[in-house]
């Protein structure tokens, strides 16, 4: 029993011992080892002890520790050294439109060729392999193309309009001219009908030499058609009295702007240029306008032979013309005229009947012959008078017939159109120039090389929406035009404020840049130099339409006789001119109130804006640069592009156009010289020489203004309360911030590598992508007055040291050419 006991007690023992349950009559012999441990061991292993880490871990633990202490010293470093805008934030262009310009830019450039070997390239080579099946094509023919697909939305998305209406012009323009079947069954008995009403064509037999006379033919061929066999008329808008004052870049009074002056220029030949008449007889252009003058005459009834000796008839008529205005030089906005009155012309010019076709162009001005008229030269027009006088009637009514129907060939049937059409091809063929050999330091000595094929006609909905471009331009720019993009891109409401404020901004800029430029040309006399300041100061933006267009007074007072019918596209053509010439006359005629008068100066701003579309233009007589709506779209331009693309596509233009307005103020005494030394560079034909050299000197001028403004304006880092009022624009919020803070947003995606001058350059240089033939190359200063985009830019990147050293190309050393520009 007492063995049983004792093994009882052992094994509940065992099992207090086991379970942690210790009698508190037995000493606790571990606390007692495990005190006298800590005190032997040092903190570190204390700790380790007290969460449980093994001495295995103690050497991670440690490195670990030193790691982060190491970390922890590199943040600290870095935050530091950090600039004041990381580059991750500086890298937020992920707006639409701000990724649409960024691919746009991608794709159109060839990043991986060598700058320096080869700009052009770099530049536009992508830009070329997309286009490569369009044999003429340029960056500016893409936004016309845009805008022209802008309009033909907006006339779709119109409301159906009362007749007269705005509506009602637009669609009924546009649907006319869609009207082919019309068209064709109409054929050419239009034309035809005019032609008889003005005493028939002698090449087709239908003329009574007894009845023909000149003064009445001519006065109602110019009056009522539009046509301009001798002379061309227009308005300008200020009194004829202010002529020497527009060229000395005087104050004009306000009274003087509220009236217009009559205006005589030579007219428009066959040819695109008087020049092109002295090639010889078998020269490819010579050959196709023949050819032209000779199909169409035949398929309007003349027979083979007449209509061949009409051809020739009526082309060595035209090169006597063209004689006759050579000593006259080049035309242009510069040309400086003589006043003269009606009277005074008549007595050195009789045979010339300008008072008859002037007084029945406008019989409601009251035209005198003591009224006075702009004339670009009297000695001109007393050769004219005696090139009439030693005419027969048979040539000078044939050659007036001719450019009645010149005029309205494109409206006719399909025959005639494809006519012309071939006509207008083969200025571009190869053959027609021989490429002049000019100096081997000439940067313009290489030309691209491709092949000229016969492209298909336009789409017949393009044709028809330039038609009502071209007829109707005051009112679609007049327009409300909440179009969707082209794109796709859902656009804020807000923007079209935004990127108004923006392009005022950028003109502001682009005006102090220019201003700069003036003052610091050593070339230029104290006198010259603070009129040129001066006017700069004055000249004011304007965008789209002016504000006094807006009012419905305005479309009722000039738009109540255009008379546009349905389906009749022809006589909508006739109406079109009709309207032209009304508005010309309702600039002749004085205002009755203060009102009128600024609808009337509002309205003359409006014509001249529209005639050349998405073109920035001086208006000299209010001293405006206008600036068209279209301009503000995208992909061209939008408020969220960085500020190099929006300098480069719009800041460039406006410099143009300012330096444009003070070009004969600066350059007033060394002009021919400069152009004499500037002329070395540039392998380009006699005819309009002067102009094309002009243009690209103003062309230069401007990029070096707007790469100097861009970099101000990133170098200046700080703002008055001043400028930082005005020099704001807006979040996508809609809240103001200033200008250094939108400038975050400066890189794009893709381009990021790219400073704002690099940006610049690319963005710069691709607004002159182009594609054309050499023969068009050198034809472009013959009709456009300014040398091919492709010939400006290389003269661009041999003397602009800003667009070189932007890439870190060398620069080449030419001779510089002394000029106040």
């Known amino acids: 029993r007492f063995f049983l006991i004792m093994s009882a007690d052992s094994k509940k023992l065992n099992m207090e011992i086991s379970t942690g349950e210790i009698s508190p009559c037995l000493p606790d012999e571990s606390n007692s080892s495990s005190a006298e441990n800590s005190k032997k061991k040092p903190v570190f292993d204390k700790y380790l002890s007290r969460f449980s880490y093994t001495k295995r871990g103690k050497l991670s633990l440690l490195i670990l520790a030193i790691l982060c202490l190491v970390l922890f010293v590199v943040v600290v470093a870095l935050a530091g050294a950090w600039p004041r805008w990381p580059r991750f934030i500086g890298n937020t262009c992920d ?28 530049a536009c080579g992508g830009w070329e392999d997309n286009n490569i099946a369009k044999a003429i094509w340029s960056y500016k023919d893409e936004l016309d193309y845009k805008e022209t697909i802008r309009v033909r939305a907006l006339i779709s998305s119109l409301p159906a309009g009362l007749p007269g209406s705005s509506e009602w012009i637009l669609t009924e323009l546009y649907n006319s001219c869609a ?43 110019q009056s009522r058609y539009g046509a301009r066999p001798y002379f061309d008329v227009s308005v300008r808008q200020g009194s004829c009295n202010s002529g020497q004052i527009f060229n000395n870049f005087q104050t004009v009074s306000e009274t003087d ?28 252009i010579t050959l196709a306008y023949k050819r032209l003058l000779r199909d169409v005459t035949t398929m309007l009834g003349a027979t083979s032979t007449d209509a061949s000796q009409f051809s020739d008839d009526v082309y060595y008529y035209e090169r006597r013309l063209a004689e006759t205005a050579a000593s006259l030089g080049d035309i242009d906005g510069d040309t400086k005229y003589e006043s003269v009155t009606l009277q005074q012309l008549q007595s050195a010019a009789p045979q ?6 002037i007084t029945s162009m406008f019989p409601r001005a009251k035209i005198k012959l003591s009224t006075q008229i702009l004339i670009p030269s009297l000695k001109y027009t007393r050769r004219l008078s005696e090139l009439i006088s030693t005419s027969d009637r048979g040539p000078i009514n044939n050659y007036m017939m001719w450019t009645l129907t010149l005029k309205y060939l494109p409206y006719l049937s399909s025959a005639y159109r494809l006519a012309y059409r071939d006509f207008q091809q083969s200025l571009t063929i190869p053959g027609p120039f021989k490429s002049e050999t000019n100096s081997q330091n000439s940067p313009l000595n290489y030309h691209r090389s491709y092949p000229t094929v016969a492209e298909p006609p336009a789409p017949r909905w393009y044709e028809c929406a330039k038609v009502v471009r071209n007829w109707a331009g005051p009112i679609l720019e007049n327009q409300e035009m909440e179009v969707e993009s082209v794109s796709g891109v859902d656009l804020d409401k807000s923007e079209p404020t935004r990127g108004k404020e923006r392009a005022r901004w950028i003109f502001a800029k682009m005006r102090d840049a220019v201003i700069d430029s003036v003052l610091k040309s050593l070339d230029v006399s104290g006198e010259r130099q603070r009129e040129a300041v001066r006017k700069l100061k004055t000249t004011t933006l304007q965008i789209g339409a002016p504000a006094e267009t807006h009012v419905n007074t305005y479309r009722e007072r000039f738009y109540k006789d255009f008379a546009v019918l349905r389906n009749a596209f022809f006589e909508n053509a006739l109406a079109a001119t009709e309207q032209k010439r009304a508005i010309m006359e309702n600039s002749l005629i004085a205002p009755s109130t203060g009102t009128q008068g600024s609808h009337d100066s509002a309205v003359a701003m409006l014509e001249f804006m529209v005639k050349i579309p998405l073109n920035v233009r001086f208006y000299e007589p209010q001293r405006v640069i206008t600036l068209p709506l279209a301009m503000l779209q995208q992909p061209h331009f939008h408020i969220d592009h960085p500020l190099s693309l929006q300098v480069a596509r719009l800041g460039v233009p406006i410099c143009e156009a300012l330096f444009m307005s003070v070009f004969n103020i600066l350059a007033d005494n060394d002009t021919d010289t400069f152009l004499q030394c500037f002329s070395r560079h540039i392998p380009i034909e006699a005819g309009r020489r002067g102009v094309a050299l002009k243009s690209a000197a103003i062309h230069l001028a401007a990029v070096r203004s707007a790469s100097s403004a861009l970099t101000k304006i990133q170098s200046q880092t700080e703002y008055d309360s001043h400028t930082a009022e005005n020099d704001s624009t807006y979040d996508i919020n809609n809240n103001r911030i200033t200008y250094y803070e939108s400038q975050r947003k400066e890189f794009q995606h893709g381009l990021g590598d790219m400073n704002f001058k690099q940006l610049f350059t690319l963005a710069y240089a691709q607004t002159m992508c182009s594609k054309t033939t050499p023969e068009m190359d050198q034809l472009s200063p013959l009709v456009k007055g300014r040398l091919s985009d492709h010939d400006l830019f290389m003269l661009s990147w041999s003397r602009v040291k800003d667009l070189r050293k932007s890439v870190g190309c060398k620069l080449p050393d030419y001779d510089s050419c002394p000029s106040s520009l």
């Open 179 to 221: 009207a082919t079947d019309n068209i064709e069954a109409e054929s050419d008995l239009p034309l035809k009908k005019i032609i008889r009403d003005l005493d028939g064509w002698q090449v087709l037999r239908n003329w009574s030499l007894m009845r023909w006379e000149l003064r009445t033919a001519l006065a109602r061929i």
């Open 257 to 284: 702007l509220l009236v217009g002056c009559i205006v005589l220029n030579p007219p428009k030949l066959g040819l695109p240029h008087r020049d092109l008449y002295y090639k010889p007889s078998d020269h490819p």
């Open 352 to 357: 010339l009947p300008v008072y008859d076709v």
């Open 95 to 122: 707006k639409p439109s701000c990724l649409i310009a960024s691919a746009q830019m991608l794709q159109s450039a060839e990043l991986s060729s060598g700058v320096c070997q080869d700009p052009w390239i770099w």
